[in-house]
């Protein structure tokens, strides 16, 4: 059955000229949260023998906390919408984050993309 053109929305997607980034400049911010997030992750290494261990707990709780956001955030969007025009920082980002957040980016593409895979039924 044909449809009208009235049911179809049209949706401009943002366009940018940097050399650096994809989609928008605005991929500026989950990436600049990665790198907090990740020299957070460093930091508490860092300041592990030398600080209190109720320190080391409170610092313990928050990184916890945050592989939540980064997870859910930063490397969901990252996976569908890579923030780089560079096949190799789309790469070292990638590696970057899965440092972070303790397990590989890739599966995490694959769980992901695993719901949709189902719903398509298996090869033909």
Known sequence: MPR???EFVNVERPRTNS?????????AIPVAAALLHCAYFFGMFYLFPRVPLWVMFILGFIYS?????????ISHNFIHNPYF??????????IMESITVGFSQI?????????SQRQRGPPR
């Open 19 to 27: 050399r650096v980034f994809v989609h928008t400049r605005w991929d």
């Open 65 to 73: 906390v945050s592989i939540s956001w980064n997870i859910n955030g």
């Open 107 to 115: 599966f995490l593409r694959m769980h992901s993309y695993a719901p």
């Open 4 to 6: 009208s053109s009235s």
């Open 85 to 94: 025009r560079s096949p190799l920082l789309n790469r070292l980002f990638s």
